[in-house]
């Protein structure tokens, strides 16, 4: 078995001590650092005094919530968010999504399934400059009054620097790579997501909410039924 979590580091949020000690101890078996938090207040502590390269995140937590914690991690920083639900409630996931998680897992969830999420998900994040490469974006491309720096993930919105989450950007990327063309949900989920012939279309529009809400409503346009498409000389 590959040993691939060396150098990464992920903070566990979870209240139930044995599940948090469980998954703790898989992802330090397959090599990751791990750090952990049993609540809200004490996720927000532990992330900004350890900078994890991803999260863990449980949603009911004491204190404030899953969703609460995603919402004021990733204002301080970007990052990877992988949300555990304790039902398999869409309403839940999709809010989830909309504040910023990249994927969520269902609870009860398999160690192993848990192991190869996380990995995918890192993996992702850092395949963005490949996946720059692959799409053709330049370095620094400039799409209307956006200013988009594939390299270090940054992205400027008239002049002011927007805090994307790393799906987040990844759309972005996409669409940018070609503005004013419309790619369409399965597109999205195959470059983006890493998942070919996806269906679904409720996580990638939950993640389009909230890429709209970050550089603005106008710039990204929805072809009903179809798909999306960044407006290419958008000025406003
Ligand atoms: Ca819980």
């Known amino acids: 078995m590959v040993v691939d979590g060396v150098g990464r580091r992920i903070l566990v949020v979870e209240d139930e001590p044995v599940i948090n000690q469980a998954v703790t101890d898989r992802l330090r078996g397959s090599g990751y650092d791990v750090v952990q938090a049993w609540d809200g207040p004490g996720a927000v502590e532990q992330f900004a005094a350890s900078a994890p390269d991803l999260v863990l995140l449980d949603v009911m937590l004491p204190g404030f919530d899953g969703h609460e914690v995603c919402r004021r991690i990733q204002a301080e920083r970007p990052v990877p968010v992988l949300m555990l639900t304790a039902r398999d409630d869409e309403a839940d996931i999709l809010a989830g999504l909309g504040l910023g998680a990249d994927d969520y897992l269902t609870k009860p969830f398999r160690m192993r399934e848990l192991v190869a999420r996380v990995a995918a998900l890192l993996r992702r994040v850092e395949r963005a400059a490949e996946l720059a490469a692959e799409l053709a974006v330049r370095p620094a491309a400039e799409v209307g009054t956006l200013r988009i720096d594939s390299a270090a993930r940054r992205v400027w919105a008239a002049g002011a620097?927007?805090?994307?989450?790393?799906?987040?950007?990844?759309?972005?990327?996409?669409?940018?790579?070609?503005?004013?063309?419309?790619?369409?949900?399965?597109?999205?989920?195959?470059?983006?997501?890493?998942?070919?012939?996806?269906s679904g279309t409720r996580t990638v529009d939950s993640?389009?909410?909230?890429?709209?809400?970050?550089?603005?409503?106008?710039?990204?346009?929805?072809?009903?039924?179809v798909g999306y498409a960044l407006e290419p000389g958008s000025t406003t």
């Open 207 to 225: 993640h389009v909410k909230a890429l709209r809400a970050k550089i603005g409503a106008d710039r990204v346009r929805t072809v009903h039924g």
């Open 161 to 198: 620097e927007v805090h994307l989450t790393p799906t987040e950007f990844d759309l972005l990327l996409c669409l940018a790579a070609k503005p004013g063309d419309v790619l369409t949900r399965e597109n999205l989920y195959a470059e983006v997501w890493g998942w070919p012939g996806a």
